[in-house]
């Protein structure tokens, strides 16, 4: 069982479409970070989030921090085929800062 | 490019060999970290250095593995023994403590036959 759960782990959606990406846990996390990772590749760092209520936007990408630190969601808005990839999300628990993954959400957009 | 690179970017080498992975990190960063990503999988937390001073290491690393930051920039990760069960990717990260943010670099994908 993984501390951070992911849902849904698979999404196929058409260009133009909204979609939300979900992060649960039953640990509080000192901060949360979302990742987005191309085939082949590492991890790229798309946002931070490190207070509990906290909303941050990049572009079309929304992203929240739940009230108690211990979920958070991804939400794109009229996605494109170039949002397709593997979106993670990671949180710190201790001081160590080690990050503890989430299991994936897997994006394609169809043009 | 001033990001992080490993090398080599992939190996193959039949079980019960020994491989070695380097990882630079971005110049300054002074924490190193290497996760583990199996096939479908987030990567997994495999240890960390702080300078050359490793500080913890997760169960996932057995006696097989062996990571060193001698001089606190540099970081190799040996696999001694390989088995089919250690083929994955492997991820290193620098962070520097006063930004809290991980950066990856791209990976090292290993494939034991």
């Known amino acids: 069982t993984q501390l951070l759960e992911q849902s849904p782990q698979f999404l196929s959606i058409q260009e133009g479409e909204n979609l939300t990406v979900y992060c649960n846990s039953s640990?509080?996390?000192?901060?949360l970070q979302w990742y987005r990772q191309e085939p082949g590749e590492g991890p790229v760092l798309l946002v931070t989030v490190v207070t509990g209520g906290e909303v941050k936007k990049l572009k079309r990408l929304t992203f929240q921090f739940g009230d108690a630190r211990k979920d958070s969601s991804l939400h794109i808005t009229a996605a494109q085929p170039g949002d397709t990839g593997l979106y993670l999300c990671a949180g710190k628990i201790n001081a160590g800062n080690m990050l503890t993954f989430g299991g994936g959400t897997r994006l394609m957009v169809k043009p | 490019d001033t990001g992080v690179s490993q090398d080599p970017r992939h190996k193959i080498t039949k079980r019960g060999q020994n491989v070695t992975f380097r990882c630079d990190p971005i110049s300054e960063h002074n924490r190193l970290y290497w996760y583990r990503q199996t096939l479908g999988q987030g990567p997994e937390f495999l240890t960390y250095f702080q300078n050359e001073a490793q500080l913890e290491k997760s169960r996932l690393l057995s006696d097989r593995f062996s990571a060193e930051r001698p001089k606190g920039s540099f970081s190799t990760l040996e696999i001694q023994r390989t088995e089919q069960g250690d083929s994955a990717m492997y991820l290193c990260?620098?962070?520097?403590?006063?930004?809290?943010?991980?950066?990856f670099g791209p990976g090292t994908r290993l494939t034991v036959l």
């Open positions: 990260a620098s962070v520097a403590v006063s930004y809290n943010e991980q950066f």
């Open positions: 640990s509080v996390f000192s901060s």
